[in-house]
């Protein structure tokens, strides 16, 4: 064994002589930022040798360093194994860091019917004139008290054998949980005297990057409190390609525990809050991706990620909670959320829930927007989907001062259209360190319609401005000057980057046209348009509308779900009936592969422009266009 | 730690000072036979200390030894406590001996439905046009292949998680076993290439003395091999009270895994005859008597030997096999039968599937008889049972030359008339040890009906023949001379034993007739009477009546079963149909408490002669004795 020493926390842990630097820091407890799940690709896991020997070929992996780091020791943690006692630096950059994390309500009304319940009974004891076995006395006295029919209940093994004792102890005042599950009602657990007031249940919103909880109170139908916490498995991989080839490299195992543990996290974080204890959650209600559900239970995603992109399980699962390491009441139920495919998750069952339009008559659009999108068209009778990349630029990625929604990013901004000088407003309210997805929707279509760009998406550099310019490659536009930003350069947005936006949203409104085809449906048709997601929850409607992301329909019939996966998994919670039905919505899908689709490519292109080449299809866009241009000239 | 050596077999074993040699022995593997559970009570555990120091109380246990056997260092294994290092002389009658085992078929036609069914399929690999789940894949193909309907099918996570590696591995051939369990059919597993003809289950018949196990070829339908094994729990006491106090003193545990592992014994046994694998077998019947299945799943008996005699449940139980130490298939399900109450258990459950009693329109009576007996009867729209202590008598016990059905047991015997001498076969056709259950019956008779004792069981001593005479205490009758024994004296039958057999006969006929006023019904509407149980089988149907043990009806209307337990634990593992009538046929049987009925004791009176007081109840009788009379004047 060899001990290595992480400074500056003076974390030490023994490890084998030939273990990863990585893996010695994940042992440790550090949250090593490893972008390309520990391949040597990123470059994000640097540390520093202070002393000791480690094995790391500065051949191949140089190019990631200056000579002058190298000679301060530097080398990658996934790529340096451990040869004898060590100190190693980890600067702060190479750890992860706690993001912006966003929480949502439930703001549809929902009947109260959750699937667990707690009924305290007093029991008659038994006697000769009813000798009656002790499960039988206790499952009538609970259908007595308003339970279900006693012979639709049924105990399991752990709890059957408690049930004597705990009787006559309590001198036969109890308190029985009553879970519904597939294959009956299930006697969960049976406690002493009257703890009928302490049913708590949790809706899990498992992302790839935030974990966020809602703990409620199972008897009040009130929410108790709300945490979050980062994904852990980002350490083995920021994204999820990443994390698959982790897997894929034996890292199934602690994938499976890193997402238990932060979800664990988080509900202790929540109950924490709450005061209350967690044996008294009974059960924990979750919805992700198709890739993150099945890391969550131990089973392989290898097969998501290529050709022909499947997934080994698609319907709902209820399984012991126990089995998966989540720390709730130990004979707690855990419900997974079923998926359409491997790119329409349970995240997306979830918005669909959040939103209700697998219940309504008329047609309604789903659009989730991150580094991927998901699009659904449908109504209560059908629904299709389609999913694909949209490209980082809508999240700040692939933009030169794109950044996510942390504090000084530029949010919201409007251009006078006479002077172009722009009104922003940044996260936080601090000076300006970048600019965030609503904001470059916004500048996108405040460009526009201050005809600074084109409907191409090209800087009119004839305009006689300071802050139009030209740079050495591009035409650039300038948001704020140097003086009056955190970063002290001057925040630009330019051609290639605009270019950059426009692709993405030309993506998603092509999946959107194809969707539509697909199911003979004209926007005129489609009721609703839903944004779900964090990307949503700040977008400007309108300017949404003007550079052509989503179809055009009235913008008042455009609605922020917000944090639907979320939302979905709280309604699946409280509302069993609601549960019942997700396997049917899943179900009903189709599921519509775009890359199959030659109509997709031709939407695209048409869609490349602002708001597209075909400008009947946005009246209210041309309209505007024309007297933003008649009062410009 | 302290060593001890057990003699004449040299076992040794290591144990904490203090430890009871009971204890020591059977960690050693010694099956020390305890009757009454360890509690110093029945003087069955005697050892020889032959070196070294124990603790034993000589003025408390004394009186179980001549002076002669504690000069040789006798005592009581259960009470002496290891001191030192120790030599310890285990006699050969301290240990349980095997006794001789009877296994049953099956002689009904019964459908041949079993619970589990494997399907090989070969799958299409998925492609872009179809890349449908693993699981709906494997599911479908299933379905195709005659299976049920893909959605009422559902995987484990266990299995889940095998899915994927397994069906790309074989090059998507692999064979699917599903098994019907409550709430749905699940997914028992998934094997490589074409293995669906190998799926085995095991039927048992869980003794307190005796397991018997009948290993089924689930896909032919043919048993494939039988089994048996003596339950090893008698090494914690040989009756259910003794083994419910050993439970009582923190020996659950113990109880639990010793009828688990004589099931597993058995079962591999049987499995080793047929040349099969034990993961092979995917199912698992248990039928036995309420207290022998609580132990067996690790439930608490206590409350069910003292009033008011309350199991802790009874209805039908299914279980993961694994769960409780049977080991057969990983995923295999083990399926309990439900009992009416604490003293008709799922063994008489079984007896009334096997004989069919509740199927069919006619009234029937069910007899099973042991130290106890139970009654049941009905038809299919009504049942009544009672249960009761028979004594030991019909068994051999309380009965100077009685013994159990071993080798040498007169088992049939006949008197003539006018000598008054017997004719009698014995098991193994040896010479006469003592006389068994049947052969006492046989002998009351025959004894009646030669005017040899009167209608009280008195003894007619006025008879002039030798083999009438008189001892210390009762007069009595000669069945076998010294010379021809294997025992070396005169094997007779005294007028007490003979009392005691008719105390025994009279329990029994008079809980037949309480049951018969309670449903209202007379002899007359008795179409069938079945025996159950060992005892049954053997017994002269005939004499049977003419002794009054049962109701009389015509004689061919008096069926054996034999084995029902087993017999109908066969049949609910090889129909699935009647396995889901066992709840309703339990829930419709009424428990009568005969202690609670005042006139069960007057028709125990009644019964107290041979055949009964009211002759009238027995007209085939009373005419036979009639011309028994007629022909000895």
């Given at each position: 064994m060899r001990t290595v020493t992480f400074l500056p926390s003076y974390r030490k842990i023994d490890v084998e002589r030939g273990t990863t630097l990585l893996d010695a820091a994940q042992r440790a407890g550090l949250n090593v930022n490893v972008v390309c799940g520990g391949q040597g690709k990123c470059g994000k896991c640097v540390v520093y040798i202070q002393s000791g020997r480690v094995d790391f070929d500065k051949q191949k992996?140089?190019?990631?360093?200056t000579d002058a780091e190298l000679q301060k020791g530097a080398c990658l943690a996934c790529e340096s194994t451990v040869q004898g006692d060590l100190h190693i630096l980890v600067p702060e950059s190479t750890l992860i860091q706690e993001q912006k994390i966003l929480v949502e309500g439930l703001d549809q009304a929902i009947d109260f019917r959750p699937s667990v319940r707690k009924y305290y009974v007093e029991l008659q004891p038994p006697s000769l004139a009813d000798p009656s076995p002790d499960l039988s006395r206790l499952l009538w006295g609970i259908q007595k008290s308003g339970g279900p029919v006693a012979e639709k209940m049924y105990a399991p093994l752990e709890v059957l054998r408690e049930i004597p004792a705990i009787l006559r102890h309590s001198e036969w005042k109890v308190t029985g949980t009553i879970g519904l599950v597939p294959g009956g009602y299930r006697l969960l657990d049976l406690q002493e005297n009257d703890t009928s007031k302490r049913v708590f249940g949790a809706a899990v919103d498992l992302g790839s990057t935030t974990i966020v909880v809602y703990l409620w109170d199972l008897v009040t139908g009130k929410v108790v409190s709300v945490a979050s916490n980062y994904n852990k498995q980002i350490s083995c991989g920021e994204d999820i390609l990443a994390r698959v080839n982790f897997a894929r490299k034996n890292g199934l195992t602690k994938l499976q525990s890193l997402a238990a543990e932060s979800i664990n996290q988080a509900i202790t974080s929540a109950s924490n809050t709450a005061g209350?204890?967690?044996?008294?959650?009974y059960e924990v209600v979750v919805a992700g991706n198709t890739v993150m559900t099945h890391m969550l239970l131990g089973i392989d995603p290898a097969y998501m990620i290529a050709e022909p992109y499947v997934p080994v399980v698609r319907r709902a699962l209820s399984v012991a909670a126990g089995r998966i390491g989540i720390t709730c009441n130990p004979n707690g139920g855990l419900f997974i959320f079923p998926a359409v495919s491997d790119f329409i998750g349970g995240d997306i069952i979830a918005d669909i829930l959040a939103c209700g339009m697998s219940e309504k008559e008329e047609i309604s659009l789903l659009v989730d927007i991150g580094t991927n999108f998901e699009v659904v068209l449908g109504n209560k009778e059908w629904m299709f989907s389609c999913a694909g990349a949209a490209g980082p630029a809508l999240e700040g990625g692939e933009v030169l001062f794109g950044m996510r929604a942390n504090p000084g990013a530029i949010e919201e901004i409007t251009i006078d259209p006479v002077t172009l000088n722009p009104k922003y407003s940044t996260i936080n309210g601090i000076r300006p360190r970048g600019i965030c997805g609503s904001g470059l929707i916004d500048l996108l279509a405040e460009l526009l319609c201050s005809c600074v760009i084109d409907r191409t998406g090209?800087?009119?550099?004839?305009?006689?401005?300071?802050?139009?310019r030209k740079n050495a490659h591009f035409p650039e536009y300038v948001i704020a000057w140097a003086k009056e930003t955190d970063i002290g350069k001057d925040i630009v947005i330019t051609e290639n980057d605009i270019k950059n936006l426009i692709m993405s949203k030309a993506s998603v409104h092509a999946a959107c046209i194809t969707l539509m085809k697909e199911a003979g449906v004209t926007r005129h048709e489609i009721t609703t348009i839903y944004f779900a997601g964090a990307f949503g929850n700040y977008l400007d409607k309108k300017n949404a509308t003007i550079i052509g992301l989503i179809p055009e329909i009235e913008i008042e019939q455009i609605k922020n779900i917000g944090n639907g996966a979320v939302a979905g998994a709280n309604i699946a919670l409280i509302n069993r009936r609601a549960r019942k039905k997700l396997d049917d919505i899943a179900y009903k899908i189709a599921y519509i592969e775009l890359n199959a689709e030659s109509s997709f490519m031709d939407e695209y292109t048409g869609s490349?422009?602002?708001?597209?080449?075909?400008l009947s299809l946005f009246p209210m866009v041309q309209k505007l266009l024309e007297s933003c241009r008649i009062r410009r000239e």
């Open positions: 992996y140089g190019r990631f360093f209350i204890d967690r044996e008294d959650i090209r800087i009119n550099t004839e305009i006689n401005n300071p802050r139009i490349t422009f602002l708001p597209h080449t075909d």
